[in-house]
């Protein structure tokens, strides 16, 4: 009953907004729509401007990344309660029950099964996941329930429980087939062995039938997302988004980052180092645990649920995104290490197990542990919570600017990469985009036709600081500006910006219509420049010298793009700082009408955060 109110107080006062971890929204987007009774958000046109995070495409839906199985847990608790609250209340009960229940068959001791079910209870990762609509504490009570069932069935010649146990193990493969593997295929391989020892291959007929149901479902929905019942939807979007070494990628426009053993050994070891703080006395319990195997107190089945543990560790050596959310996101501070979440099952058993021994021989030793990791815990938590304060503040400060905003409100996001939900869930839509506040990606000229589309609404652009509460340390400034449409033969548009005190050289590129030119930007004072825009293209001109003209890709799009770089005093090469696009619309009224219209900022109306702010800065005659 704690974890469960703790879940719900969390989640509605520390995660209004959610987290900073953007697959939150796309788990409540997943859920709003089957509560809804549909399987797939609609996209309507143009699909892009309302593209959630990492979603592709398909015949005028939106095909989400991940499998429906947390997502539908989600939407029974909307159906049934109105809120979400209820599901998180009911995975937070259930993870601290199940750890407690699993104790007892792997030791038969109460007192070791309880120990281990408080500290899976008070550990820092289990108290804020178990808050967010994210899928690793769902999988961890998964996994539990599947050991529950397996031992149970066993045990007792049963079959109810291994059905059971096949009904968790079918949704737990739908969610993380690879965690499933390496987490439960040293147990599976010491049940095999058991069963062909006494000759009991009646278990494999109750955990088939456990299995159909989940499977033929995922099947269904997988032919349904991708025209494939063996494809999972995970990399529709993106094909490099895999496991192994190479080139990878989180989306089509990312840039390629390459990913090799160095990178994977460093990203698990990162994992692994958070784990020692984010476990209830993470360090400590690993001790404990270590003398529990070694004073043979496991049993075999026991040595099987670590022995998977370990395997999870050598296996996310070769899964990049562990690597992405240690190194290239480092969110993982904030909200823990949740890949590793599986590693906490064996983690508070064995060192339950080894707790229990020590305060049976040494009660005084057993009560200086209890309280060092009880202490490292508490200051890993306030630690964390501290930061995701700050991060919903920045996120209510947002969501208050634009809220502030009367009547019906069209936000144009200038985001990259192109999606909603990123880099803040603030910045979402419920799949009938039907809220008051509506949110559209700025992607070009396709944005006239967005503005066309809902003319009851007043239109502005919201622009958010590169690296928006990506870290404690990231920018948190946002700007809103009303839009406007300006129309003529010529448009001319004032730039201004300004570059870091440190810089010793800037550079200002402009892209349209098939052409790049770079301009030198004098770090002393800030940048002026003037664009022309008619229907052969934008002309610039600045107080710098133009350094570099070049040519990319002409596309239909006659939108111009604004980049500005800078070089910092200190070395190293060049930074990107800031970057603005200008939708462009070319009227073809014959060659000597032809006009221009340009969707830009007519006023500021709000500007929120702190750190370093959007920096360009456009006027319009």
């Not at 278990?203 to 149901?213: D, E, I, K």
């Not at 090799?260 to 001790?287: F, M, Q, R």
């Not at 919903?392 to 009547?407: C, E, F, I, K, Y």
């Not at 448009?491 to 570059?499: L, M, N, P, T």
Request: glycine content about 10%.
């Amino acid at each position: 009953m704690l974890s469960a109110t703790a879940a719900v107080l969390i989640n509605q006062h520390l995660f209004p907004f959610l987290s900073i971890n953007n697959d939150e929204a796309l788990y409540r987007l997943q859920a709003q729509t089957l509560a809804g009774g549909h399987l797939f958000p609609p996209a309507p046109p143009p699909a892009g401007s309302y593209a959630p995070w990492l979603a592709a495409v398909v015949d005028h839906h939106y095909v989400l990344k991940y499998t429906p199985v947390i997502a539908g847990l989600l939407a029974l608790s909307l159906v049934l309660t109105g809120g979400i609250s209820a599901a998180l209340a009911v995975v937070a009960a259930a993870a601290v029950g199940a750890t407690y229940h699993v104790g007892i068959e792997l030791f038969g001791d109460r007192r070791v099964a309880a120990v281990a079910a408080w500290l899976l209870a008070l550990s820092p990762l289990v108290i804020l996941q178990s808050a967010m609509l994210l899928p690793y504490l769902p999988v961890l009570v998964l996994f539990e329930c599947v050991v529950l069932g397996l031992l149970r069935g066993l045990r007792t010649d049963r079959g109810m429980p291994l059905v059971g146990a096949g009904l968790a193990l079918g949704l737990v493969v739908a969610v993380r087939p690879y965690d499933t593997v390496l987490v439960l295929g040293p147990l599976a391989v010491w049940a095999v062995w058991r069963g062909a020892c006494e000759r009991r291959w009646w278990v494999l007929r109750w955990l088939g039938t456990g299995l159909v149901v989940p499977v033929a479902l995922l099947l269904s929905y997988d032919a349904a997302a991708t025209g494939d019942p063996f494809q999972l939807p995970f990399a529709l979007l993106e094909p490099d988004d895999r496991l192994g070494f190479g080139v990878r990628r989180l989306f089509p426009t990312d840039i390629a980052h390459h990913f090799s053993l160095a990178e994977g050994l460093t990203a698990i070891g990162d994992h692994l180092w958070l784990l020692g703080g984010w476990a209830c006395g993470g360090v400590l319990l690993t001790a404990l645990s270590i003398a529990a195997v070694v004073r043979r107190r496991l049993s075999a089945q026991a040595l099987a649920v670590g022995i998977g543990a370990v395997l999870l560790i050598v296996g996310y050596i070769a899964f990049w995104g562990a690597w992405n959310a240690a190194e290239l996101w480092g969110g993982i501070r904030y909200v823990g290490p949740f890949y590793v979440m599986p590693m906490l099952l064996p983690l508070v058993l064995f060192g339950a197990r080894g707790l229990v021994d020590l305060a049976q021989a040494r009660s005084r030793s057993a009560g200086f542990a209890g309280i060092v990791g009880l202490g490292l815990s508490a200051f890993v938590l306030i630690y964390a919570v501290q930061a995701d304060m700050s991060f919903t503040r920045h996120d209510r400060d947002l969501t208050n600017m634009v809220t502030a905003q009367p009547g019906r409100v069209l936000v144009m996001v200038s985001a990259e990469p192109a999606f909603l939900m990123h880099p803040t869930s603030v910045v979402s839509n419920s799949p009938g985009l039907d809220d008051r506040v509506l949110y559209a990606v700025s992607t070009g000229d396709v944005d006239f036709s967005v503005i066309a589309d809902h003319p009851d609404r007043s239109a502005y652009l919201l622009r958010l600081a590169n690296g928006y509460n990506r870290l404690l340390e990231s920018p948190s400034a946002a700007r809103l500006e009303r839009l406007r449409v300006v129309a003529g033969a010529s448009v001319g548009v004032d730039v201004s910006a300004a570059v870091p005190d440190d810089a010793r050289g800037a550079r200002l590129e402009v892209t349209g219509d098939g052409h790049v030119t770079s301009f030198l930007v004098d770090p002393g004072r800030p940048l002026s420049a003037r664009l022309t825009i008619g229907p052969e293209g934008a002309v610039a001109t600045s107080s710098g010298p133009r350094v570099k003209v070049g040519t990319v890709r002409a596309t239909e799009d006659h939108s111009v793009t604004l980049r500005l770089f800078y070089t910092p005093s200190s070395g190293g090469r060049e930074r990107f700082l800031d970057w603005q696009v200008l939708p462009v619309q070319v009227d073809s009224g014959g060659s000597e009408h032809a006009t221009v219209s340009v969707l830009a900022p007519d006023s500021q109306v709000g500007m929120v955060g702190s750190g370093t702010t959007p920096t360009i800065r456009l006027h319009v005659d």
